[in-house]
């Protein structure tokens, strides 16, 4: 394996080398020489269920023993269908490998009903290894590739139009050209930091799509870090699409998207059934028995309302902790919070847009301090200085962190 690794960002972990993982159960794991961690990474959502939980294990195991992947739904299918549309509003939802592939088919879907080219992404947004997301912007306000974009397969330019978070005058700009099929965005950038919606702003944002005829996609795979039903529930939000993965599987890879009955109804009078499996919609995988066991179990037993207020109980009590260690050595960082999830920025206010969180990122401090962290015990992820709590998270585990945060700040002081 290049780097040590089985896919190359997790060379990115600080350190000489990665840890090898033993094993993982609830909020913790075991490395293989025998130290065990308190996971505040959680697969970077992926095992926000904490680590194997009891209901989904129990029904992997029973599916495993009853076929895993037949290209045939299962009736898990349909609740689980059910359930999303309990949470979502959405009342049709189809069954993916992954949140990227649940993003990637709106995608199509989009240009395929309105007939237009364009796709709007908040600028430092990520969905995954999704082509059209991988475009910034410049200096002087156009669409560029984003640095590290690797591959492109065309100018990004021609695909997508980036625009700001919170900049509802860039939205209309870029709307207003009428070539424009969809607006993928995240209700809360979760990705370069936490950014949080100004107030109204999410609405504005789905009247102006009306406005131009452009649909609008709300990813929630990390927001539902803020409850049962994500942003959208809390919110009130009624997206045309909505997609999601990660920690509604427990673990196993999967994804999905939901749609209203007036997109189902259009993508089924413009799809034929004859060639249907060759239109860039699909995955072998997809829809498998498995993974649909494991969501039935995960989002009825596992991801409920009272998991979700034991969560974001801590995940104040974390935040709270961080903003008390900030004031104590009064640095010149911010914390915010999502619900679950919390994250402290190097700078002193809450980042409005993704280009100010991005500006308040330090790649090497962050390095130092995963590693400080790792050290003493505590895995956050590798990409910024993000926590996220599952039900497993004790109170003694986020008060440990508080008191190694302030050690590791004072030292930073001090040196
Ligand atoms: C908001 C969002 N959407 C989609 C994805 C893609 O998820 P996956 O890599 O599981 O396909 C991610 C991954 O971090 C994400 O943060």
């Not at 045939?72 to 049709?92: C, H, K, M, Q, Y």
């Not at 709590?389 to 700040?409: E, G, I, L, N």
């Amino acid at each position: 394996m290049p780097g040590g690794v089985p896919m190359s960002w997790m060379v990115k972990w600080p350190g000489a080398y990665p840890v090898y993982v033993a094993s993982a159960n609830g909020a913790k794991f075991t490395d293989v020489d025998g130290n065990s961690y308190i996971d505040f990474c959680l697969g970077d959502t992926g095992s926000m269920t904490g680590h194997s939980p009891a209901a989904t294990v129990a029904a992997i195991r029973e599916q495993a023993g009853n076929g895993i992947t037949v290209m045939l739904p299962t009736a898990d299918a349909a609740i689980v269908s059910r359930e999303l549309t309990n949470r979502f509003g959405l009342p049709l939802w189809q069954f993916t490998v992954s949140a990227t592939d649940a993003n990637r088919h709106v995608i199509r879907y989009s240009r395929l009903l309105t007939g237009r080219s364009k796709i709007v992404v908040i600028d430092r947004c990520y969905h995954g290894s999704v082509d059209e997301t991988f475009a910034t912007l410049d200096d002087a306000g156009d669409t560029v590739a984003r640095e590290g974009n690797i591959g492109a397969p065309v100018d990004p330019a021609l695909t997508t139009r980036v625009v700001e978070f919170n900049d509802l005058v860039g939205m209309e700009a870029a709307l207003a050209k009428g070539d424009v099929a969809a607006i993928l965005m995240e209700p809360a950038m979760t990705n370069v930091g936490i950014v949080l919606p100004n107030e109204g702003y999410l609405d504005a944002v789905a009247a102006l799509a009306k406005k131009y005829g452009t649909l609008l996609i709300i990813d929630e795979t990390h927001t539902i870090s803020v409850g049962t039903g994500g942003m959208t529930k809390f919110h009130n939000l009624k997206p045309d699409f909505l997609t999601i993965g990660k920690a509604i599987g427990g673990g196993i890879p999967t994804g999905t998207f939901g749609m209203t009955q007036e997109i189902a109804d259009a993508i089924k009078a413009k799809v034929e059934l004859e060639i249907i499996d060759t239109g860039g919609i699909g995955g072998t995988l997809a829809g498998n028995a498995l993974s649909l066991a494991s969501m039935r179990a995960t989002l009825t037993q596992v991801l409920t309302e009272e998991n979700f207020s034991h969560m974001i109980k801590l995940g104040t009590s974390w935040s709270d902790g961080v903003d008390s260690v900030i004031s104590e050595f009064n640095l010149p960082w911010h914390c915010s919070r999502l619900g679950a999830r919390g994250e402290y920025l190097f700078a002193g206010s809450a980042p409005v847009t993704g280009r100010q969180a991005a500006d308040a990122g330090d790649f090497e401090l962050e390095q130092y301090i995963h590693l400080r962290l790792l050290n003493d015990g505590f895995l956050l992820t590798p990409f910024h200085n993000m926590a996220l709590m599952c039900p497993d998270t004790t109170q003694a585990d986020v008060d440990a962190h508080t008191a190694a945060f302030r050690a590791m700040c004072k030292d930073l002081v001090e040196a």
